[in-house]
C-alpha cells in the first residue's frame, strides 16, 4: 500500500468514528436539557420538550381565591382617604413628641442658665455712687443715681441725641440705672462717672455719655445697652 492509500484510510476511518460519536450524542440526554416539565393544573397538554425524564409537577390553580377587579371608584377613594387618616391619626403624636423632645435638647440646661443670670444686691450701693459686677463675661454699670442726675436726663432735647430715647424707657426705677458697659464704637469699656456730661466717657476715641448711658458726643453710633433684669424685691435685681 502506498502513503498516499494509507492517508486516505485514516482519514475515512476518523469520519466514521465522528459519524458514531455524534449519532451517541443526540441519542443521550442533554445535561443542560430539564429534567422534568411543568404543567397547570387542568392543562392534559403535555411539554413540547423532546424526550420527557422526569415526572410532571403540576401547580395548583388560585384564580379561585383571587378577588374580582372593582368598578366602583368611589369605595376605592373612600378606603384611601380610611388609610391616610388611620396613618395620620397614628403617627401625629408620634412625630409631634419626636420633634418637640429634639427642640427642647437644643435649649440650654440648667447649669448654663444659671451662669447667665446674675443676682445683684443692691442695698450697699450708696446714693450717687455705682458698681461694677460682671454678667456673661461682660462689665455691668449700676448706678443709683441721685435727683440732679435724673433731672438733667429728664430735661435733655431729644433732638439733640444721635441715637433719641426717653430716659424712663431706659429704667425700671428711676434710681436705679443698670447698663451693660461696653462702648457701642469698638468695645472699649468706659469710666464712671466721667465725661463732659456727668455720665460715662470712653477713653478710647473719646465717646461721652450722659447720665442715662445715651450718647452725646464723639464716634460711638448707639446709646449704652440696658440689659434684661427685673427686680425680684426694692433691694434685689436679677439680669438676664
Not at 441725641?161 to 462702648?183: A, F, M, Q, S, Y
Amino acid at each position: 500500500m502506498c502513503i498516499r492509500d494509507r492517508v486516505s484510510t485514516q482519514s475515512t476511518g476518523k469520519m466514521l468514528v465522528s459519524t458514531r460519536l455524534a449519532r451517541t450524542s443526540l441519542q443521550r440526554p442533554s445535561l443542560f436539557r430539564p429534567r422534568f416539565s411543568v404543567r397547570r393544573a387542568g392543562n392534559t397538554s403535555e411539554s413540547s420538550e423532546s424526550g420527557n425524564y422526569g415526572a410532571i409537577s403540576e401547580v395548583p390553580s388560585f384564580d379561585a381565591y383571587r378577588r374580582e377587579p372593582t368598578t366602583d371608584g368611589e369605595a376605592n377613594r373612600l378606603f384611601t382617604y380610611f388609610v391616610i387618616g388611620s396613618s395620620v391619626a397614628t403617627f401625629s403624636p408620634l412625630v409631634k413628641s419626636t420633634v418637640a423632645n429634639f427642640l427642647d435638647s437644643m435649649n440650654p440646661s440648667a447649669d448654663v442658665m444659671a451662669v447667665s443670670s446674675a443676682e445683684v444686691d443692691l442695698s450697699a450701693i450708696a446714693e450717687g455712687s455705682s458698681i461694677v459686677v460682671k454678667w456673661r463675661g461682660k462689665p455691668l454699670f449700676i448706678t443709683h443715681r441721685t435727683a440732679e442726675q435724673i433731672n438733667a436726663a429728664n430735661s435733655t432735647d431729644l433732638g439733640e441725641l444721635r441715637d433719641p430715647e426717653v430716659d424712663n424707657v431706659r429704667t425700671k426705677k428711676p434710681e436705679w440705672l443698670v447698663l451693660l458697659g461696653i462702648c457701642t464704637h469698638l468695645g472699649c469699656v468706659p469710666l464712671v462717672g466721667k465725661g463732659d456730661y456727668g455720665g460715662y466717657f470712653c477713653p478710647c476715641h473719646g465717646s461721652h455719655y450722659d447720665t442715662s448711658g445715651r450718647i452725646r458726643k464723639g464716634p460711638a453710633p448707639k446709646n449704652l445697652e440696658v440689659p434684661p433684669y427685673k427686680f425680684l424685691d426694692e433691694n434685689r435685681i436679677l439680669v438676664g
